[in-house]
């Protein structure tokens, strides 16, 4: 039995120390935001935050999770989140819309430490997520009006 803290909720989890934490998730908390991609961490569509940072759930072992703050699409809020949340829906950038929940994260999480991103660190920030509709370029133009709106 495994106690983890997801989205402010500490839960109790019955599976084996080495079951990832994206079927920790879907599987056993049928919270299906985080999505499957490619099960190996290369492209980011299971992205959650571990105490705030873009973490590949498809490869975090659940024994790795004691005592860490899980973050997933479903939860993350505040300030910074409802920006890109809201420059995603002004942007319109989803297509098929399957990476977008590692996407948003990514997002979030670079806008909270770094709240005016050049081009170069959003393209670095991001890299590890992929997008096979090639959004892109409103990806990074999302991100830049999230920015401009929390400057407001």
């Known amino acids: 039995m495994a106690t983890l803290d997801i989205n402010g909720k500490v839960v109790d989890v019955e599976a084996a120390p080495d079951t990832p934490l994206l079927w920790v998730l879907r599987d056993h908390l049928g919270m299906t935001g985080t999505k499957f991609g490619c099960g190996m961490a290369l492209c980011g569509a299971c992205t959650v935050h571990l105490d705030g940072v873009p973490t590949r759930s498809c490869i975090t072992p659940l024994a790795a999770l004691a ?30 819309g399957y990476c977008q929940s590692g996407q948003v ?11 005016k991103p050049s081009d170069a660190d959003i393209d670095t920030a991001m890299s590890g997520n992929l997008c096979r509709c090639g959004t892109y370029q409103r990806i990074r133009a999302a991100i830049h009006d999230a920015a401009k709106s929390l400057e407001a």
């Open 67 to 96: 005592g860490k703050k899980i973050t997933t699409i479903e939860g993350v809020n505040g300030k910074v989140a409802e920006a890109v949340q809201a420059a995603w829906d002004h942007i319109d950038v989803p297509q098929c």
């Open 105 to 115: 994260l990514a997002a979030t999480a670079l806008l909270t430490k770094n709240p």
